[in-house]
């Protein structure tokens, strides 16, 4: 009798662990997949990624607890890092068409500022970006972003 009752439990384990897989779907392993941020070199250039290629994984790792975003236009306007995640979320997988430059102006064993330069077809975005050591891993602190 103890044998088929865990028999039954473990069929019951293994169906329940199925259909929780199942109902995760591969766009929540994605969602989950733990981005390299060893370098302040590799999390600039998931910076970019996400920016400007749609790349959405590893989007919450990114950023700062403190991130914010300026966006110096007409109106200046400032977003919160769960306003930026939510925005670049949406924009999983849509490509810009324009051509990313990426410039190191201060760099340190702890701290990274770097120029991202989007040259569109009719005008030039250009992000001031910086990053810094956050225990083992870098992040993105802070971005001002400026058109012209």
């Known amino acids: 009798m103890k044998t088929l ?9 293994i ?3 199925t259909f929780a897989m199942a109902a995760e779907g591969p766009e929540a392993k994605a969602a989950k997949a733990n981005i390299n941020l060893s370098t302040a070199d ?6 970019v990624a996400v920016t400007t290629e749609g790349e959405s994984a590893g989007v919450e790792q990114l950023f700062a607890a403190d991130f914010n975003q300026k966006i110096q236009a007409a109106n200046v306007q400032s977003n919160s890092r769960s306003e930026v995640v939510k925005s670049l979320k949406k924009q999983k997988g849509e ?6 430059s990426t410039a190191i ?15 569109f077809e009719n005008f030039t975005k250009t992000d001031l970006v ?9 992040k ?8 012209k």
């Open 42 to 47: 590799f999390a600039l250039e998931h910076y």
């Open 15 to 17: 169906a329940v662990s």
């Open 95 to 100: 490509k810009l068409n324009c051509k990313v």
């Open 5 to 13: 009752v865990k028999t039954f439990a473990a069929a019951a384990l």
């Open 105 to 119: 102006i201060e760099e340190s064993a702890d701290y990274m500022v770097a120029k991202v330069t989007l040259k």
């Open 140 to 147: 993105v602190s802070k971005s001002i972003n400026s058109y």
């Open 130 to 138: 910086t990053l810094e050591r956050v225990g083992n891993d870098w």
